[in-house]
């Protein structure tokens, strides 16, 4: 059996790896979940999985974790230590969806034990890929993509070398204001970025995609995970969400990745890997799709992609400010107190404040000075906003 965890439990990601994993209980031990508030469904998949250990990144819901797992023999933890210790628990493989900065830490913990780590935490590429990647070959970790995006160009890439590729085309849905006039963007409220066109995901990571802060940060990843240089990186909207990425070779061919938009196809990929397993999602008929529609993406609709461009030209901890910049934007979005087009504004004059400190973006980069970044820019992110209110 394979000894496995799952960090980020109980969010989607999270929920359909465990979907995948309560198919075949005979084949995974499941080791460590871990999660956020939600600590009685937390409690509920940790009961039905049979696994070693809970966890709750929330110290003030422990009691209520203890409670719902009382009698089931399953211990209980709670707080950034607890999921540090869960993610260094021996397991053959480790889910990474713990969302945001946050999941870097216990991710590179994984990775020291050297294990498979499926991962989802893009955030984690994105502020520190350089010590990721470096960590997982120190240690004999591997690392997974579990990005559809990224995903489908591993798939795409398995037999090549990576000398014969010309560029990686990464694909977009566009998100809820694909179609909205720009001027309509200004006055965009929170519910309706928060509802996607194709894909049925968190409210954040949605908003992400209506903002393409989320394409932004997988440029990013694309370039930390797969070595390219910048300007082989392209996206290209595709509202059909069929086609989730093409690789091109130097002979003019594009390898497509085409599957419906349902994320337990990567899940399961990296799951069962290097094998291909019977996965439960829908089968395309493409007489039915009929068309694929492509389109480059607006420059002014989408700024996050500039702003991504830039922060892959300039290295260092650039990402680490950019992703905590984007992220505490996004705090401000759903609370009210910014609107959707001023995201990118604070993320950018976030990024050019960096820039005017000397030593800051080209600091070493460890997990404290990530982590230090991290801080600034979310503080720097208020300040701005505090500022453009007057």
Excluded at 150 to 168: D, K, N, P, T, Y
Excluded at 216 to 229: D, P
Aim: hydrophobic content about 45%.
């Amino acid at each position: 059996m394979r000894r496995v965890s799952i960090l980020g439990a109980t969010g989607s990601i999270g929920q359909n790896t465990i979907d995948l994993i309560a198919r075949e209980p005979d084949r995974f031990d499941v080791v460590a979940l871990t999660g956020g508030r939600n600590v009685e469904q937390l409690a509920r998949d940790a009961r039905a999985l049979r696994a070693e250990t809970a966890v709750t990144a929330y110290p003030d819901r422990l009691d209520d974790l203890r409670t719902a797992l009382s009698g089931s023999g399953i211990e209980a933890a709670a707080g950034p230590a607890a999921l540090q210790d869960a993610a260094a628990r021996p397991a053959d493989w480790v889910m990474s969806a713990i969302v945001g900065a946050a999941g870097l830490a216990p991710g590179l913990e994984a990775l020291k034990q050297g294990a498979t780590l499926a991962l989802a935490n893009k955030e984690s590429l994105v502020c520190a890929g350089a010590m990721v990647m470096e960590t997982a070959c120190r240690h004999g970790g591997r690392i997974l993509p579990v990005d559809s995006e990224h995903s489908a160009v591993f798939q795409a890439l398995i037999g090549e070398e990576m000398e014969s590729v010309e560029r990686i085309i990464i694909t977009a849905s566009g998100g809820a204001f694909r179609d909205w006039p720009l001027e309509a963007l200004k006055s965009a409220t929170l519910d309706e970025a928060s509802s996607h066109p194709n894909w049925d995901m968190g409210q954040r990571i949605t908003i992400d995609s209506a903002s393409m802060f989320n394409k932004a940060l997988e440029l990013i990843e694309t370039k930390e995970y797969f070595g390219v240089s910048p300007d082989r990186i392209e996206v290209i909207v595709h509202p059909e969400s069929l086609v989730h990425a093409l690789v091109g070779f130097r002979d003019g061919a594009l390898m497509a990745h085409v599957g419906p938009p349902d994320m337990r196809h990567a899940i399961g990929f990296a799951l069962n890997w290097p094998d291909r397993a019977e996965l439960p999602v829908h089968r395309l008929d493409l007489a039915q799709v009929g068309q694929l529609n492509f389109r480059a993406p607006d420059d002014l609709r989408y700024p996050a992609l500039r702003l991504a461009r830039n922060v892959m030209q300039r290295g260092g901890l650039a990402g680490a400010v950019f992703n905590a910049a984007k992220e505490r934007a996004l705090d401000m979005f759903i609370a009210g107190e910014v609107g959707f087009l001023d995201m990118a504004i604070i993320v950018e004059e976030v990024l050019t404040r960096f820039e005017a400190e000397p030593g800051l973006i080209d600091a070493e980069m460890t997990l404290e000075t990530v982590m230090q970044t991290d801080h600034l820019a979310r503080t720097w992110a208020v300040e701005v906003m505090q500022e453009r209110a007057g």
